[in-house]
């Protein structure tokens, strides 16, 4: 992935950003915020988004000060239903590039025309992954990706938090590398009620690679502590996933995913992402401004390690506990 967390939402030529949102009105926001700021630049502008989602956008650029009306006339805007485009694309369940690039291409040729830039939105890779079909989302990102070699415009995609945070790991990190960019949701979704954490001997999820999110890892790893009867150890815990997840975020650039773990006489906190390269314990002088992660880790853990996977790896921390858990608490 060439890109991190963005900051604005105002698209660069040939960006493609994905917005793994948390809820729909923070979608609708960004994208009639993206779209209304490329229109009033003079950009051509083109829409697939889903039947529940299409009005609200159409509704947000007027709402902006978009003449909806006048620029679907001219052609410098179209407005197309995702799920009816998808069909469109595909011959047997398959997609097709060649009607890819005929029916997407010609949009945004047209809303081109006179050598204008052009700003679109799609939502069709959500529908592909919420359908059980990540494989296809990932061949129509690399599809925009190819159409971009032909046509200048940039991309703002969405897919829902949940999609990410369930997902698979190796399907989630494809994606964010077809993308310029990710643009973090404002919340991650809160744990899961204490009762319903206390059986759980190990937890996972996946988190995205930008520094927002580590104030999420670091609650998902207390608020299990915390259900496990394990509180005064939450506070090592956290400053341990931090520094694994920061690694993960800054070196490996990757999403991750954090998991931790349970027995009677020790807590396990592992972040496993798809980097190469491997954390190393450092001796940072007094003077410097980083390098410290690693030591910390070193010395708040038992004992940890590195796990290398056929891609990526997983780096672990141990912590035992000064008494028991119980096989409730």
């Avoid at 809303?111 to 830039?117: P, Q």
């Avoid at 990540?134 to 995609?157: K, M, R, V």
């Avoid at 940890?304 to 608490?329: C, F, H, M, N």
């Amino acid at each position: 992935m060439a890109g991190g967390e963005r900051l604005g939402l105002d698209l660069d030529p040939h960006d493609h950003v994905v917005h793994f949102f948390d809820a729909e009105e923070a979608l609708v926001a960004g994208v009639t915020a993206a779209l209304s700021a490329a229109a009033a630049r003079g950009e051509g502008i083109v829409v697939i988004a889903s039947d529940g989602r299409l009005p609200a956008i159409a509704d947000g650029l007027v709402a902006a000060g978009v003449n909806v009306g006048s620029r679907t006339a001219d052609g410098s805007l179209t407005l197309f239903d995702a799920a009816e485009t998808l069909a469109a694309l595909m011959i047997e369940g398959t997609l097709d590039p060649d009607r890819f690039a005929d029916i997407v291409g010609g949009a945004v040729a047209a809303a081109g025309a006179g050598n204008r830039r052009v700003s679109a939105f799609g939502d069709m890779v959500s529908i592909l992954w919420a359908k059980g079909n990540p494989g296809a989302a990932i061949q129509l990102e690399a599809l925009w990706n190819s159409l971009a070699t032909h046509h200048d415009f940039s991309l703002y995609c969405a897919y829902p938090l949940s999609a990410a945070a369930a997902g698979d790991l190796d399907e989630v990190a494809k994606v964010c590398r077809h993308h310029s960019g990710v643009l973090a949701p404002q919340h991650y979704p809160d744990a899961a009620r204490p009762d319903a954490l206390e059986e759980l001997t190990e937890d996972s999820t996946v988190f995205l690679p930008v520094p927002s999110v580590l104030r999420s890892v670091r609650q998902f790893v207390t608020d299990h502590l915390t259900a496990w009867g394990a509180a005064t150890f939450a506070d090592d815990a956290s400053l341990v996933v931090s520094e694994l997840a920061t690694n993960a975020v800054i070196h490996a650039r990757s999403p991750f995913l954090v998991t931790v773990g349970r027995d009677a006489k020790t807590v396990r906190i592992a972040v496993q992402d798809r980097g190469d390269g491997a954390p190393i314990l450092n001796q940072a002088g007094p003077l410097d401004p980083g390098g410290r992660g690693v030591a910390i880790v070193d010395r708040i853990s038992t004992r940890w390690g590195i796990d290398w996977l056929a891609r990526g790896k997983i780096v672990w921390s141990e912590l035992a506990l000064s008494s028991p858990l119980t096989a409730s608490a």
